[in-house]
């Protein structure tokens, strides 16, 4: 299956000065990748898997934060792809869709795979998971934000949805506004043999952009770690949510 190519140029207008910066990052985001980021030795030779770059932000804000340049960036949105080259002259941005370009990328390869508000923006997710997975190498960390809900799991487009507008107006362009059940997602990201997960998540409000169907969602990031070797272990879940989303784990 194919993702969406959004054409919106509201991507690239809002990415191009917003998020390029470490602090411009969330506080949640900002919170794992550090301690991830400790957890791995010879930082200055990281290297780094960006899926659903934008105009290449990350790559800025953690060479910015940890002298890290080893940087590839994915971006379906041609129009943030090529405003992310200028910006990000020193690293390598790919412009097309994840799931037709993933064979160009090395498996195994990466210390950090990240996909920020970018699985959770497709329907292909358990296929976006998998061909993200792939591409971590053994010891290195799968990084990606999830919205999190203790009711059902909602991956349709009819039924919850976003607009890709940054002005906080219910115009233009739409894109899938995926909410996962905590144990859907957990089951998933088990799928993959992953050694242990971390993660850190706050409660708010849906996005003012967004349509669906919950008033408040658990907005989380996941560090998910690939083992050394083949685990067949279930893996260590160590998770910072509030109390009524830790009460519902039934892994």
Request: net charge neutral; hydrophobic share 35%; charged share 25%.
């Amino acid at each position: 299956m194919e993702n969406i190519n959004y054409k919106s140029e509201n991507i690239k207008k809002y990415f191009s000065t917003e998020r390029i910066s470490w602090e411009e990052f969330y506080p949640s985001e900002r919170k794992v990748i550090q301690d991830t980021i400790t957890k791995l030795d010879n930082i200055d030779k990281i290297r780094v898997l960006d899926i659903g770059c934008a105009c290449g932000g990350l790559g800025n804000a953690l060479n910015e934060k940890f002298k890290i340049s080893n940087y590839t960036g994915v971006e379906i949105n041609k129009q943030a792809a090529e405003y992310g080259k200028i910006l990000n002259n020193n690293q390598k941005i790919m412009q097309g869709d994840f799931l037709k370009i993933t064979n160009e990328i090395k498996d195994d390869h990466f210390d950090l795979v990240f996909s920020l508000s970018c699985i959770d923006w497709q329907n292909n997710f358990q296929l976006m998971l998998e061909e993200s997975w792939k591409k971590v190498k053994n010891g290195g960390y799968f990084i990606a934000s999830f919205r999190i809900t203790d009711q059902e799991s909602l991956n349709n487009i009819n039924l919850s949805y976003q607009y890709i507008n940054y002005d906080e107006k219910r115009s233009g362009e739409i894109a899938p506004y995926v909410i996962f059940n905590i144990n859907d997602l957990l089951k998933s990201i088990i799928k993959l043999d992953a050694e242990n997960i971390y993660g850190y998540g706050y409660v708010g409000a849906p996005s003012i952009t967004a349509i669906c169907p919950y008033d408040k969602l658990c907005f989380s990031v996941l560090a998910v770690r690939k083992p050394d070797l083949d685990n067949k272990k279930h893996p260590r879940i160590d998770l910072d949510l509030p109390s009524q989303f830790l009460k519902c784990i039934k892994i």
